[in-house]
């Protein structure tokens, strides 16, 4: 079946500017995760859903990150007055439940902010 | 933060050798995982060792666990120029749920 998927695959914005990055989980699946990759680096945890609320938000850095996931499925990672190093790979994750085994990573979002 | 460290931070053999990647870590886990990233995009899952066991084999593919030491290694044998990419450890996190990366390995296998 399809995996999960994101969209857009890269996005390119100016300091100061809102964006949206979009998640597709793979259908069932009741857990999804976001996380940021800068350049050279291992992913790290931003959020992840049980369902439709946030189970955990301790990975956002600021007030300007915020992430939903209205109807249990598709996600959206908003990013207010976005900067410079806000700039990284941003990849989403869902899983059949709440769980570290077998979480499926999709291609990720790639946002460069100018 | 990210929960651990990987050694080296970069490797390049000839197709053909053995290559070998370390993962140190800090907290106590219920399991470890090493996961393949080619040019910076989606993870694939390779495989994954519970707190419990101390070996494990898929294929090419040979996991060590020491929870003692707080270390697990990654062995990939008969290396081939498609393996080149990065790799990277990951644990379940302090607090469950969400994954805890270190910062990997750029693997480079010359054909």
């Known amino acids: 079946g399809a995996g999960v998927s994101q969209t857009p695959s890269n996005k390119v914005t100016e300091k100061g500017k809102y964006v949206e990055l979009r998640c597709d989980p793979i259908s069932g699946h009741t857990a999804l995760y976001w996380y940021r990759q800068s350049l050279g680096q291992g992913p790290e945890f931003l959020i992840y859903?049980?369902?439709?609320?946030?189970?955990?938000d301790s990975g956002l850095p600021n007030d300007r990150f915020f992430a939903v996931r209205p109807e249990g499925s598709v996600s959206t990672l908003k990013i207010q007055r976005t900067e410079r190093g806000d700039s990284a790979v941003y990849l989403c994750?869902?899983?059949?439940?709440?769980?570290?085994?077998?979480?499926?990573f999709g291609p990720g979002t790639r946002l460069t902010v100018l | 933060s990210q929960q651990g460290e990987e050694d080296p931070q970069a490797l390049s053999i000839q197709e053909g050798e053995n290559a070998t990647m370390n993962c140190s870590y800090k907290?106590?886990?219920?399991?470890l995982q090493w996961y393949r990233q080619n040019s910076g995009r989606g993870l694939v899952h390779l495989i994954l060792?519970?707190?419990?066991?101390r070996e494990k084999h898929s294929g090419r593919l040979r996991v060590t666990l020491d929870t003692s030491k707080k270390s697990s290694s990654l062995l990939i044998t008969a290396s081939r120029a498609a393996d080149t990419a990065s790799y990277f450890c990951a644990t379940d996190g302090p607090t469950g749920n969400m994954l805890t990366f270190g910062g990997g390995t750029r693997l480079m296998v010359k054909p």
């Open positions: 859903f049980q369902g439709t609320g946030a189970a955990d």
């Open positions: 994750a869902s899983s059949p439940v709440l769980s570290t085994d077998t979480q499926y």
């Open positions: 060792i519970r707190s419990n066991e």
């Open positions: 907290t106590s886990i219920n399991n």
